[in-house]
Nanobody
Framework: QVQLVESGGGWVQPGGSLTLSCTASRNMFSFNYLGWYRQAPGQQREMVARRARFGSPYYSDSVKGRFTISRDNAKNTINLQMNSVKPEDTAVYYC??????????WGQGTLVTVSS
C-alpha cells in the first residue's frame, strides 16, 4: 500500500506564491505518473499538473505559466510551486500517483485558499 502525504496548504493573497509538497512512502521510480489534482467547492476534481516517469510535465491551461511541478527523487517528494495565484485557484489539492502495476493512489488533500 502506498501512502501519499501532502503539506504546504494554507491561505495566500492573490498574486502570491505557495509551495505544496507530497511525500510518497515508496521510491519515486516505482510510479508511472505523479501529479496534482484539485477540487473546488461544488466542482469536479480536475488535473492541475502531472509528469510521467520520463518526459516533460503537463499542465492544465488554467495554471500553465504560473505553476511548476517538480520531483525530488532523493526525498521521494513531488512539489507544486504555485505563483501568481488567483482566487479561482482556491481548492483542495490532492497528490496523485499511478504505479507501474496500474494502481492509483491519492493523498488526503490540502486546502489552498486565495483571498485578500
Amino acid at each position: 500500500q502506498v501512502q501519499l502525504v501532502e503539506s504546504g496548504g494554507g491561505w495566500v493573497q492573490p498574486g502570491g506564491s505557495l509551495t505544496l509538497s507530497c511525500t510518497a512512502s515508496r521510491n519515486m521510480f516505482s510510479f508511472n505518473y505523479l501529479g496534482w489534482y484539485r477540487q473546488a467547492p461544488g466542482q469536479q476534481r480536475e488535473m492541475v499538473a502531472r509528469r510521467a516517469r520520463f518526459g516533460s510535465p503537463y499542465y492544465s491551461d488554467s495554471v500553465k505559466g504560473r505553476f511548476t511541478i517538480s520531483r525530488d527523487n532523493a526525498k521521494n517528494t513531488i512539489n507544486l510551486q504555485m505563483n501568481s495565484v488567483k482566487p479561482e485557484d482556491t481548492a483542495v489539492y490532492y497528490c496523485y500517483a499511478e504505479d507501474t502495476s496500474g494502481g492509483d493512489y491519492w493523498g488526503q488533500g490540502t486546502l489552498v485558499t486565495v483571498s485578500s
